[in-house]
């Protein structure tokens, strides 16, 4: 039994490691690209932005990432800013970005470099911790 809980928590652990680093060559992947891609044109200078991919039928994305968006928006103000992207009708660009699922969110840094991505819903604190860390 306890052999089988060591195995678990070893494959959980590879799993885990797994993620973190395809998460990293995500970022290291889209920043060669990004500051000068189209999505990015209404990106306002030296203002950190949210690339936010979203779709018309996520419910994730109604209920629970438009509104943690909407609160960080209120707290922040113009010292962020958020870019929508409607995943379904820009499917050439979630590709190029990444996009595997709706919510997904890129942290860009005043430059327009990807410094994190979220896949799934973000919350407000983490959203804000990771705009702190700029």
Known sequence: M??????LAVLAA???????????WQVMRVARFA???PLLAA???DTP?????TAPTCAPCRMRQRPALARL???WGDRVQVIEVNALDQTDAATRWGVLSVP???ILDRQGRPRQVNYGVAGTDKL???LAGL
């Open 2 to 7: 306890i052999e089988r809980l060591l195995i």
């Open 35 to 37: 500051p000068g891609d």
């Open 49 to 53: 932005a949210i690339l936010y991919f």
């Open 14 to 24: 590879l799993v885990a490691l797994a993620y973190t680093v395809f998460r990293r």
């Open 43 to 45: 990106r306002r200078p």
């Open 104 to 106: 997904t969110t890129f």
């Open 128 to 130: 804000k911790g990771q």
């Open 73 to 75: 928006l209120d707290e």
